[in-house]
């Protein structure tokens, strides 16, 4: 029995779990952690710098060298996944297009033009499209993640929640640093940040950048060559100028850049046997699984280009604070991989590993993204009695998308291509009043208008393919317009029942605004869903105790999602379809503990637990191509048509937990350290059906550190994905067996310096 079954089925687990991700004391310097008090968490979840524990909204915060722990070593931004409770992210594309559930609510939509309810905004600025989404993770200061319905205080509103980072300023003092590591497949982690000013410098500036690479590590077998896949160069910077001309004016511009170059997501064909969700090697059932070994005879790669300016003013007037954030945001990527994972097919043998029916490569390119914002908010900046905030946002964005199929696996000449063009517009009128009372409680309430617009057109110009394989010749272009006006809400109160304890509550409806689809290189038509809405509510309470060395958060929730945009993906007819499901409910909870029990220890634990099930009787979608063994039951009538009600939404485990244990002992000027961090989850099932092969039964990842630092030096050694564990993370259903593995274990060190 494994380590993760044992957790999966130990009642145990979900006992102790709590969850803290922000770990001050791993930050810090040997002196700093030598203080037995915790200290507080400050977040700015609501717009202003407040303690986590007295913010009405469940959230999370991943800060300091906690954080560059975990995305450290060659590591992407899917390496957060777990890491506070109910968050989890994956990807069909890799490191290039991150897909984002909080709660269990998300969208499993490949196309480059899928919406999700998981909004993630970068130094207030909301990035939108999923290629902008997986943008680094490096120079930043702090990590938030808020749950539930949030847009009465952001400028883009989200039904799930949102992931919130912000970088390090030009004028923080004491936060320059360069640090490089190496790793296992000749990675190479390198990362540096310099400011040059203070908050008195009327002048300041930063600059940051990060480097990241990975030698090829992947074996093909069908070639002649060694190690040829799976490695990338990946490059980004930031710079911000900031001014300060009198105490009241505040003016940022900020220039960011990534570029990235390296292989597309490995699909390996045939790894579940039939009747199983066991990996299997390339010589089939009851052979090996190796990761570094595939067997495949498509072109593959992937190239991707992000580019930002932004400006950021805000002027505090005495009784109110007025702040613009303005942005644009471009793009281009193109990703070319071999679909069906292996080699050959039933028309031109040998083909394998396993049975391959046809040959399946394709190319999906965005020729030019843009993205532009523009918020304005006016704040109060009394400390209590009546406060408030009115803000006004806009978001455009102009989204090419163009896939290529091929009919040979080298050829570089396609036989179909499709197109897509998405013109979106949205805005948002939001604004919030709270007072505070004598006694403590604060009340809050805020309401958002809504407005959005996308202006869709999709078309098949070309198709030479053979006509027996029923795609019907090219597809004239197929034009859509949806749009939507609501309005949204929340209301929450808090009030400390002690010193250290304060309870909350809240309720909040969400929405997301009516999407269309069109990926028309398989399809003749599009697929429309309607808004969806969202109510949420949620209760709990933010502690501390044991004279500052602990404290404990716990919230329980429940929503409800009427007419839940859901996206068909794959079948065996490989069309992606938008769909409404009549009803979503969704219940559970989240604890948050952190713990300095003696001097020099941090323990943190954590748990969620996400209930969700899809109720309509009469919502059906098609089974897999390959041939799986679905579970659900069949529509009367239609063989291979199933229906999905009751069922758990895709990729959102019931359980996840995560802890850290950090020690360090004073040596000379420093101090000897160890630090170890974990994340597990349950059970996922990766379509909207539920079948034995597409699926993982639970996944259990952690990371150990060791090392010497002192206040400006720190030399260590780490290993990433200790335990080497090999799960499927995700799949392909409409050719075969399918499956995407997560990451591979590295081993490293690094040498990191402050100054």
Not at 71 to 80: E, P, Q, S, V
Not at 443 to 471: C, E, M, S, T, W
Not at 568 to 573: Q, R
Not at 723 to 735: E, K, P, R
Request: with cysteine; glycine share 10%; net charge negative.
């Amino acid at each position: 029995m494994t380590i993760a079954t044992i957790l999966r089925q130990s009642s145990a687990v979900a006992a102790l779990g709590f969850s803290v991700a922000a770990l001050p004391a791993f930050a810090q310097s040997a002196d700093a952690t030598s203080d037995e008090s915790l200290g507080e968490i400050i977040v700015t979840a609501q717009r202003v710098s407040e303690n986590q524990k007295d913010v009405p909204i469940s959230v999370s915060a991943l800060r300091g060298e906690t954080l560059s722990t975990v995305t450290g070593a060659g590591a992407d931004i899917r390496a957060l996944a777990g890491r506070v409770p109910s968050l989890n992210i994956e990807s069909s594309y890799g490191r290039t297009f991150p897909r984002f559930y909080i709660r269990g609510l998300g969208n499993t939509d490949f196309d480059l033009n899928a919406s999700q309810p998981v909004s993630l905004v970068y130094d207030d600025v909301v990035l939108e499209n999923p290629i902008l989404k997986g943008f680094p993770v490096f120079d930043v200061n702090q990590v938030e993640v808020l749950r539930g319905p949030q847009g009465t205080l952001f400028g883009r509103n989200t039904p799930a929640g949102i992931v919130k980072f912000d970088t390090v300023r030009p004028d923080a003092v004491g936060r320059n640093f360069v640090k490089a590591s190496y790793g296992s497949f000749g990675t190479v982690n390198a990362e540096a940040g310099v400011g040059s000013g203070d908050a008195s410098d009327v002048i300041s500036a930063r600059v940051s950048a990060l480097y990241q690479h990975r030698n090829d590590w992947v074996d093909n077998v069908a070639t002649t060559g060694d190690k040829d896949l799976e490695g990338f160069d990946e490059f980004a910077v930031r710079f911000q100028l900031q001014s300060k001309p009198s105490d009241a004016l505040t003016l940022r511009t900020t220039f960011q850049a990534r570029l990235f170059e390296g292989t597309a997501r490995l699909f390996r064909a045939n790894s579940f046997a039939t009747g199983s969700n066991t990996l299997i090697g390339l010589g089939g059932a009851g052979t090996k699984f190796e990761r570094d070994q595939v067997r495949m005879d498509g072109l593959n790669f992937q190239e991707l280009e992000n580019y930002n300016a932004a400006f950021f003013a805000a002027y505090d007037a005495g009784a109110v604070t007025i702040t613009s954030v303005s942005s644009l945001w471009t793009g281009n990527f193109q990703s070319r991989g071999d679909i069906d994972g292996g080699f050959g097919n039933a028309f031109t043998p040998p083909m394998g590993p396993g049975f391959i029916p046809f040959s399946a490569q394709s190319r999906d390119d965005v020729p030019s993204l843009d993205q532009f914002t523009q918020e304005l908010r006016i704040a109060s900046n009394n400390d209590g009695g009546l406060g408030y905030q009115l803000g006004a946002f806009y978001f455009s964005e102009k989204l090419d998308i163009v896939s290529y199929e091929y009919s040979n696996p080298t050829d570089t000449q396609y036989v179909a291509y499709a197109t897509q063009r998405q013109d979106s517009e949205a805005l948002g009128l939001f604004g919030s009043l709270n007072y505070t009372f004598e006694n403590g409680l604060r009340l809050q309430a805020g309401a958002r208008y809504n407005h959005d617009k996308r202006d869709f057109v999709a078309a098949r110009p070309i198709d030479n393919r053979p006509g027996f394989l029923g795609f019907g010749g090219p597809v004239a272009p197929q034009s859509a317009s949806v749009g939507d006006d609501v309005i949204t809400w929340d209301a929450a109160a808090t009030l400390p029942v002690t010193p250290d304890v304060n309870v909350f509550a809240r309720v909040a409806k969400g929405y997301r605004a009516p999407s269309v689809q069109g990926r028309l290189t398989f399809g003749r038509a599009l697929s429309v869903a309607d808004s969806e809405t969202t109510m949420s509510y949620e209760a709990g309470l933010k502690s501390s105790f044991a004279g500052g060395r602990a404290r404990f958060n716990l919230t329980g929730y429940y929503y409800t999602t009427d007419d839940m945009q859901l996206t068909a993906v794959g079948g065996a007819s490989n069309f992606t379809t938008l769909l409404n499901a009549d009803k979503v409910d969704g219940y559970g909870f989240e604890a948050e503990l952190e713990a300095r029990p003696v001097r020099g220890l941090t323990l943190t634990a954590g748990v969620s637990y996400n209930h969700n099930e899809i109720k309509d009787p009469n919502l059906f979608v098609a089974g897999c191509g390959a041939p799986c063994t679905v579970t659900d039951p069949v529509r009367a009538g239609s063989p291979g048509i199933y229906s999905i009600n009751g069922n758990q939404l895709p990729q959102s485990p019931r359980w996840s937990a995560n802890w850290t244990a950090g020690y360090g002992v004073p040596v000379g000027d420093g101090e000897v350290y160890v630090f170890t961090d974990w994340a597990y989850r349950s059970k996922v099932q990766f379509f909207l059906y539920e079948s034995v092969e597409f699926s993982d039964d639970d996944m259990l990842e952690g990371g150990v550190r060791v090392g010497y630092r002192t206040g400006r030096y720190d030399i260590a050694g780490f290993v990433r994905n200790v335990t080497d564990d090999v799960s499927a993370v995700s799949g392909i259903d409409f050719n075969n067996l399918t499956a995407m593995v997560n990451e591979p274990r590295v081993f490293g060190v690094e040498l990191g310096v402050k100054f």
